[in-house]
């Protein structure tokens, strides 16, 4: 039987039959249980790509029809010849598309986005107030640095670029590990092994409001089989997709079955945005272990990119590659 068959099967099956108790691994306490290793990669677009239009949902056909022609695309940039001229991108990245791993397959929503709400599967606007923020950190990075406070926080490898929260599919290490107790339920993610550990009671009273973590101050609880978490008192410097301090993100996870973790999230930010948005994966359970990222601010890049651009002062030099290309 051909694998668009099968898949459907299985599809129709799962929408026909809701989850029991009995379907969903749980705990000794009685909930749920979250706990393994979880994989999210996906080539499911965050944003819905202008080609779908309105709409929501593709057939089989155009899942299949997407997926093989995401796998063609990089399989042809991956056999240019180059003939010694180099590719910006390429040295963006620092390496080429062997150590990429973004996934094949779309989700099995079979969704053409990530992003459910805004319901055109597109980042709402941003306010006036967002765009300028967003122009200055642009003009920041644009420059060379004076000091490493000037390179944001994935580049100083204090956040990892996928690991947020929230976790969003990226180019590489889309795997958490995710251990629960009673009291507790803890979230390790492959990029820069960035953890939290969320007190399952909602944790005692909240954070004063001049105490900022790099990943906010998280505290979950459980509503019914699902474990919600709701994080608060980012930094400024946090900026998930172009957020300040004041995000507020609600995370669901919520297990579908033995090897399915539904997780959905929403920010809130409305200095930044006009609207709230958000976002669904389903991730997959995995065999496949969370290794050791060594990345940490000392690192070799930090001081090489510092003695560059001091080197670029000293000759009275200027350039424009100190902005990835994907941000320009």
Known sequence: MKRSALLLLSLVFASAVTPSLGDVPMTKWGKPS????????????????????????LTMEEVEEFEAAVVAGREARAAIDFDGEYDQQDL?????????????????????????????????????????????FRILQSRSPEGPEDRNLYDRCILGFNAGPPMRSGAYNNIMKLVQTEGHVAILV??????????????????????????????GYWDGDTFVVNTKNFTHLSRFSGTGEGMLLTERF???????????????????????????????????????????EANYAMPLMLSGARKQEASGEEDDTWLPSWSR
């Open 34 to 57: 979250l706990q393994g290793n979880w994989d999210f990669r996906t080539v499911t677009p965050f944003q819905r790509p202008a080609s779908f239009a309105d709409k929501e949902f």
């Open 92 to 136: 963006d990245v620092g390496y080429n598309q062997f150590y990429l791993d973004q996934g094949t397959r779309m989700t099995t929503t079979m969704r053409t986005s990530q992003l459910v709400y805004p319901e055109n599967g597109r980042m709402p606007a941003m306010t006036d107030r967002g765009r300028e923020t967003a122009a200055y």
């Open 190 to 219: 492959e990029m820069v092994n960035d953890h939290r550990i969320i007190p399952t009671d909602n944790g005692g009273p909240d954070l004063p409001t001049d105490m900022r973590l790099w990943k906010g101050d998280s505290r």
């Open 254 to 296: 919520t297990r579908l079955d033995e090897n399915r973790l539904e997780y959905m999230w929403t920010v809130e930010d409305l200095e930044m945005f006009e609207d709230k948005f958000t976002a669904v994966v389903e991730m997959q359970l995995t065999e496949d272990d969370v290794f050791e990222y060594a990345c940490h």
